[in-house]
């Protein structure tokens, strides 16, 4: 059964911390991705990934980064959390051509 | 930017009846996906059509899309009270999966 795994369903953060969100998929897909999920906005791709070490912006970079150094891995960095920041945030892999596969995704609140 | 838009927002119909939820989009696709969201959780995908098809059908469910319109429909047959839930319109307009989602359609499947 295909999985696409976030580290944390709920995590509480302080203003001003660095914050790690952690997605993992065991599909072996080439690309993944980050966006987050606001009442009233939708979804929003935050960055994505087609390979490891290479990562393209989305539409609302400002105030996060990421990492990829496993092809499975893809971390979402947010170096100093704002309350604007607070979010439901969904991981997802895929292959070219086919779906996104989601995680369940990491509701965080800033405080 | 805000690419697909449902309509309804909102849809409570009978168990037994059919539903059907609409997707409008302003630019050129390459492809346009269906996504169903569970209350709190991660997406689901559901069936993807490429701007070349018509139609298609996976279970009971039935996507069309009419590029000329910019639009597409998703149909779901003899609902049930597990098809609640949001459904989302996304669009690839290139083909390397940036999606852009649409707001969703609630739908409530009443006993």
Not at chain 1, 93 to 98: D, E, I, L, P, V
């Amino acid at each position: 059964d295909v999985k696409v795994t976030q580290s944390s369903r709920y995590l509480v953060k302080r203003t001003g911390e660095k914050v790690f969100l952690e997605c993992v998929q065991d599909m072996d897909h080439e690309n993944m991705f980050w966006y987050r999920q606001d009442p009233g906005l939708g979804l929003r791709l935050i960055y994505f990934s087609y390979d490891v070490k290479m990562k393209e912006k989305g539409d609302i970079p400002e105030g996060y980064s990421v990492s990829r150094e496993k092809k499975e891995r893809f971390s979402l960095i947010l170096e100093s959390a704002s309350t604007n920041q607070t979010s439901m945030y969904l991981c997802a892999s895929s292959f070219f051509g086919q779906g996104l596969f989601f995680g369940s995704g990491t509701q965080l609140s800033v405080l | 930017s805000q690419q697909g838009e449902e309509d309804p927002q909102a849809l409570s119909i009978q168990e037994g009846e059919n539903a059907t939820m609409n997707c409008s989009y302003k630019t050129s696709i390459n492809n346009l996906q269906w996504y169903r969201q569970n209350s709190g959780r991660g997406l689901v995908h559901l069936i993807l059509i490429r701007s070349n098809e018509r139609e298609k059908h996976s279970g009971r469910l039935r996507v069309t899309l009419d590029t000329s319109k910019k639009s597409s429909s998703l149909l779901i047959t003899a609902s049930r009270a597990a098809d609640t839930a949001s459904y989302f319109c996304a669009t690839d307009a290139s083909g390397a999966q940036k999606l852009v989602f649409g707001q969703g359609t609630r739908l409530t499947i009443n006993p």
